[in-house]
């Protein structure tokens, strides 16, 4: 039986603050609440904001390149899935549909939303994927001297990553804080 799929929207993409020249794309459930950080490379965000704000490069970029090249030969995309999360890395899969059939290629997610927003195409998560590595936007982060602090240090360090990008986003300077110091005593180990 295959995998429950989430479907995202991208909400933007902002300068990654944990990562030099890294950026972060953020994904919203579509019909929840929950946000996927994915950090992505400058190419990547480049290309992908320049879409989302409606903005034309002077020559072409990669992935207007390869749309062009799919509208030539009649290939159609028909999703991208933000597919696994191992090791700190995500996977995807773009379905591509032409005269040849239908087949599943292997991307990374940055390159399959550019190529999904180049041509309309929906865009899903695993619901293994949101359960590992999204969080709820609308749950009220609980203090650090709280109960929050102890769930806190449980968590994966990409877990606790995308909660302190989460907690800069929102200008909750003070949450960011306390986890940056669990996330400096995990490197320390």
Do not use: W
């Not at 919203?28 to 992505?40: A, K, Q, S, Y």
């Not at 203090?143 to 909750?172: F, M, W, Y």
């Amino acid at each position: 039986m295959a995998e429950e799929l989430v479907e995202l929207k991208v909400s933007g993409v902002s300068r990654n603050n944990l990562q030099i020249g890294a950026f972060t794309l953020l994904l919203d459930e579509l019909d929840g609440t929950r946000r996927l950080p994915i950090v992505i490379g400058l190419s990547e965000a480049q290309s992908i904001a320049f879409r989302l704000e409606g903005l034309t490069a002077p020559r072409p970029l990669t992935h207007d390149l390869m749309t062009t090249i799919m509208h030539a030969y009649s290939i159609e995309l028909e999703r991208v899935v933000v597919s696994s999360f191992s090791d700190g890395v995500f996977a995807a899969e773009l379905y591509v549909n032409g005269d040849n059939g239908s087949t599943c290629l292997d991307s990374r997610p940055s390159d399959a939303v550019a190529m999904a927003l180049r041509t309309n195409a929906p865009i899903y998560a695993t619901e293994s994927v949101m359960m590992s590595s999204s969080y709820d936007t609308k749950k009220k982060e609980e203090a650090p001297a709280t109960r929050e602090g102890v769930e806190l240090e449980g968590l994966s360090l990409s877990r606790l990553k995308a909660r302190l990008q989460h907690h800069i986003d929102c200008e909750e300077y003070e949450q960011a804080a306390y986890i940056k110091k669990i996330i400096e005593s995990r490197s320390q180990e």
